[in-house]
């Protein structure tokens, strides 16, 4: 069974940073492509950055390219992203997910395993 837990959300000031963690455990983690995902209150769940599982290969959203940088540590199980110069549109819930493939992938419906999410607030 795989497990998620994401780490890291809190409160900062427009301009500031966070870095969100998420932790895996199951089966093999170098297997699963990672992404990262947020959903603001009464929209859909959007997608947010995602890494290959082992060529260090990344996508973004246009809305965060340049400023989130997503990476993972294959040793520890974890995948990182890195929210930096941050704004009230950033707030959200912010959920990491798995996908037990090669592919990468930027739709919700292409992933098999989320975590419960970590709550952003950024204040302007």
């Known amino acids: 069974q795989v497990q998620l837990v994401e780490s890291g959300g809190g409160l900062v000031q427009a301009g500031g940073s966070l870095r969100l963690s998420c932790a895996y455990s199951?089966?093999?983690?170098?297997?699963?492509?990672m992404g990262w995902f947020r959903q603001a209150p009464g929209k859909e769940r959007e997608f947010v950055a995602t890494?290959?599982?082992?060529?260090?290969?990344?996508i973004y959203a246009d809305s965060v390219k340049g400023r989130f940088t997503i990476s993972r540590d294959n040793a520890k199980n974890t995948v990182y992203l890195q929210m930096n110069s941050l704004n009230p549109e950033d707030t959200a819930v912010y959920y990491c997910?798995?996908?037990?493939?090669?592919?990468?992938?930027?739709?919700?419906?292409?992933?098999?395993?989320w975590g419960q999410g970590t709550q952003v607030t950024v204040s302007s």
């Open positions: 997910a798995g996908r037990n493939s090669p592919v990468m992938a930027t739709t919700t419906q292409e992933y098999d395993y």
């Open positions: 890494a290959h599982r082992t060529n260090g290969r990344t």
């Open positions: 199951g089966r093999t983690f170098s297997s699963y492509t």
